[in-house]
């Protein structure tokens, strides 16, 4: 029976994990919001370290890129609340060409929400 409780609540945070990578895609605020605690904190590894959901709101459409982001989801792996994402992102920054990034998102859970995400991006290449 516990095994299949645990099953149940790994199934749920990747899932919770796919529905905000695919809300990003599409620049979805709400849909993005809703995945999130309102206490959430959003590290991105060498950069910045935002917290809340207004912030994390501001951040979705950073200034500095315009258009949508194109993720790709290459893998993921759980244990316990947390759940591990790699894959890539072609963003567009503002009078540049569009960059490639390869990326790891560590997700710490909370009641089925995010409630801290560590981002790490590295440049892979320009198009």
């Known amino acids: ?3 299949a409780f645990l ?6 945070n990747k899932n919770t994990v796919e529905c905000y990578m695919n809300a990003f895609n599409e620049l ?10 309102e206490d959430v904190i ?7 370290k935002l917290q809340g959901k207004t912030e994390f709101d501001a951040e979705i459409e950073n200034e500095g890129f315009e258009g949508k982001p194109e993720i790709t989801l ?3 792996t759980e ?5 591990i994402a790699e894959g890539t992102v072609l963003a ?3 009078n540049q060409n569009p960059i490639l990034l390869a990326f790891c998102d560590v997700f710490e859970f909370e009641n089925g929400k995010i409630k801290k995400l560590i981002s790490h991006l590295n440049p892979i290449n320009s198009k």
Not at 42 to 48: A, D, L, T, V
Request: charged letters at 30%; a positive charge; hydrophobic letters at 30%.
């Open 7 to 12: 099953k149940v609540e790994s199934v749920t």
């Open 1 to 3: 029976m516990l095994s």
């Open 42 to 48: 959003w590290e991105i590894h060498g950069h910045r």
């Open 28 to 37: 979805d605020h709400e849909k993005i919001l809703s995945c999130l605690t």
């Open 74 to 76: 290459n893998r993921m």
């Open 79 to 83: 244990e316990n609340n947390v759940v």
């Open 92 to 94: 567009k920054p503002k």
